[in-house]
């Protein structure tokens, strides 16, 4: 049963460039969530997709976006990129269980990204 | 919005002592509570939930959390730590209704052999 995948490992960019990150989620999962994680902080919650739609977003200016594909994989777009976008992106899956959904969510390795 | 503190921000124990490491959330409604574990190099790990029922909860590898519902406390626990337990430890909790976790800066663990 295949875990959550991310690609690449680490990616270095420069200011203003745009980068995309991919994410696979776990087997069965249909549900993709994006969070930032900071170095010295924990995982800040960046959006989430379900039906190939944004349906709840952190607060993350615009220009980060995403896309949801029919085989649930997800990619995370930041574009314009400032030093400050340095960090581990992370992608977590889970099954949807309705508006109330809780079910536990499986985080992928991350994706190192880093703007010089 | 609900919010997560974590106090301890790095912890050195000594093989076979006592762990708790303290988590606080503001949100007093109904919560669902989360530790995970990020061991170095790895990704993050679910250690133990919180849903409803029995506050004492327990995880994976010896680990235990209790839910204080009084106190907005959500602390883990273990009676004897291992060099292996080394990793960095996050609190979280979900708000909404679509799976969001809110998640604390995390605690360092450094144990010694």
């Known amino acids: 049963d295949a875990g959550v995948t991310q690609s690449p490992t680490h990616l270095i960019k420069t200011r203003g460039q745009q980068v995309t990150l991919r994410c696979s989620p776990k087997s069965g999962h249909d549900t993709v969530s994006w969070y930032q994680q900071a170095l010295g902080q924990g995982p800040q919650f960046i959006f989430q997709y379900y039906e190939e739609e944004e349906r709840q977003r952190g607060n993350f200016p615009d220009r980060f976006s995403g896309h949801q594909f029919p085989n649930y994989s997800s990619e995370l777009n930041v574009n314009a990129l400032l030093l400050g976008d340095s960090a581990l992106y992370l992608c977590?899956?889970?099954?949807?269980?309705?508006?109330?959904?809780?079910?536990?969510?499986?985080f992928g390795p991350g994706t190192r990204l880093t703007v010089l | 919005a609900q919010s997560v503190s974590q106090h301890n921000h790095h912890v050195i124990l000594s093989e076979a002592a006592s762990l708790e490491l303290g988590c606080n959330y503001s949100y007093g409604g109904t919560v669902n509570l989360f530790w995970y574990v990020q061991y170095p190099g790895q990704h993050l790990q679910l250690l133990l939930k919180?849903?409803?029922?029995?506050?004492l909860v327990k995880g994976i590898k010896g680990f235990e959390a209790e839910f204080i519902k009084s106190k907005f406390s959500f602390n883990l626990r273990k009676p004897s730590v291992q060099w292996s337990d080394t990793a960095e430890y996050f609190c979280a909790a979900l708000e909404g209704g679509y799976n969001k976790l809110i998640f604390g800066a995390g605690t360092r663990l450094a144990v010694h052999p």
């Open positions: 919180y849903f409803s029922g029995d506050p």
């Open positions: 977590a899956s889970s099954l949807e269980g309705g508006a109330t959904s809780t079910d536990t969510q499986y």
